[in-house]
């Protein structure tokens, strides 16, 4: 009886599933458990301690990652099976701090092999399923224990905030967020004097699973309403990172003028703010645009004297090393290979062996092979995408980087003649895959480089699938008006002598 009267009866349901895994785990596991209300997040957890003990770590704000892996590795030492780590419910961790517990993710699975419930909040929560998108993965549960405190009528029913997306999600899970966002929206129109601000972050999300699936102007739309309804709250940082979603549309779009306008119209809000890491990030965006202009050399200014310094004063070693891969691309464009190769081994690598972070170090060992690929050395660059690369994607299950890096392994056995195989790479490993993900960037990417492929096999029965697939590919580029539409409809102009024509069918 005690237990019920201590519960809401709204949160039982979720008590008891909490309850079981707390009996029942006895392995490595994160359950993220949602709290608002301090006194009774302590009320359940003194609940669960009469079920089984736990010991508690709490967790503030200024202490760093690395605080929690050392407590907890210490506490299992010492016998610990059940953890209640214990977030600040009133102050949010950045992105940066989400970030470096992603790159620790292995160590914490490695160092603390036990059921740990993360007591947090929603903004946490919202912030780690953005910025640690591999530790997100790892959850066991997230678990709502919030209080209401919005009056129902100035809010509809919230989606559910565990559905809140990674990057990596496929495309039909995608379109259902996309769907519970846009009747939750609708829902809340139809309020008197609503609450705005949960609009505004859930826009954000949309914006970003729009530009996910290459529904550009949807995308633009959801992120320019966030920027407005962020602003009419006040909330100028993230109405700027609504801004800088759009932003990036673009930029694709090759609309670089444009996005460099907003950009440094955001620059001028994180001066305003003093927020130098935000600044830093911002700036290295625009380097971005002006290294695809090939201006290089104000590309490089910008990385050596107005992002580099920032994160070297601040100590932030991941966005430092970063940095310094962009540095070694605009080298790499040069073609001054020996220098960003040398960049990539003594200034990448060391970083993302030292912080655990097996994800960023298989990004760089795929970028040394670029040089390789580059030099003409295929050998040693198809080694290293087969055994350096392409395992590290599998064990974490990421089938985007899997599919890009099968993608480059078939420009080297194309590029040593190995037709037939690089052809069977393309049909059944890469474009499937991108198909799935919607990710129709990738997918018209990988249809021109299959036809440009058959075209090489230079076989006559192959002449109608180029053809289809270049159709396909420019209608996709035009319908999200990338420049890359241009010079697919040269390539075809060029194969068969005529222009291209549009065809209905460009998705399928």
Partial sequence: MAESSAIRSEHSAAFLRLRRLWERCRHFSLVLAIADNPSYRDALIRRLDEVQPGIRIDQKRSDPPAAWLQTGQALCAQGAQRLHVCFDLDARHDDTWWQQLNTLRERLADAIPTLQILWLSQADVNTAARHAPDLWNWREAVLDFTMPVIQPARLAVLPDPAKSLRLGSDADALRERLAEISDFLARQDQLHDPDDLPSAHLLLEAARAHQRLGNWQESRAAA????????????????????????????????????????????????????????????????????????????????????????????????????????????QDRGQLDEALRIRREEELPVYERLGDVRSKAVTMGKIADIFQDRGQLDEALRIRREKELPVYERLGDVREKAVTMDKIADILQDRGQLDEALRIRREETLPVYERLGDVRSLLVGRTNMAILLMQRGTQQDQLEVARLLSQAYQAARDMQLPEADQIAALHQARFGRPIARTDDAAG
């Fill in 224 to 331: 320019q309403r966030a920027a407005r309804l962020f602003a009419a709250h006040g909330d100028a940082a993230h109405a700027a990172e609504a801004k800088a979603e759009d932003a990036v549309i673009l930029r694709f779009t090759g609309a670089t003028d444009e996005a460099l306008t907003v950009l440094q119209s955001i620059l001028t809000v994180y001066e305003r703010l003093d927020d130098v890491r935000s600044k830093a990030f911002i700036m290295g965006s625009i380097a971005d645009i002006l290294q695809e202009r090939g201006q290089l050399d104000e590309a490089l200014r910008i990385r050596c004297e107005e992002t580099l310094p920032v994160y070297e004063r601040l100590g932030d070693v991941r966005p430092k090393a970063l940095t310094m891969s962009r540095i070694a691309d605009i080298f």
